[in-house]
């Protein structure tokens, strides 16, 4: 089987890869909040959601379901 190159400027050394490094701290920060907030019954999406609700609560006296998926950026059907 023939090898590919890897075109990047890390090829020799992919631990000093940005990307790399960010999706390890990535997966590392959302594995501890998964874990907090499982012992509250709640989803990482739930946890934005409600968290998202109170910021805007804060700002505006209503707040719809569109508000709350623009400000957290998520699609309104998943709201």
């Known amino acids: ?3 590919l190159d890897f ?3 890390y090829k020799n050394d ?3 890869s940005t990307g790399l490094l960010f999706i390890r701290a ?3 920060w959302h594995g501890l ?11 990482h ?4 959601l409600l968290t998202t609700l109170a910021a805007l609560l804060r700002q505006q006296e209503w707040v719809s ?5 623009r400000f957290s950026d998520m ?3 998943t709201v």
């Open 7 to 9: 075109n990047s400027i």
């Open 14 to 16: 992919s631990q000093q």
């Open 65 to 69: 379901q569109t508000d709350i998926a």
């Open 26 to 28: 990535y997966h590392k």
């Open 75 to 77: 699609d309104v059907m």
């Open 1 to 3: 089987m023939k090898q």
């Open 33 to 43: 909040i998964k874990s907090q907030l499982k012992t509250i019954d709640l989803t």
């Open 45 to 48: 999406p739930q946890f934005v």
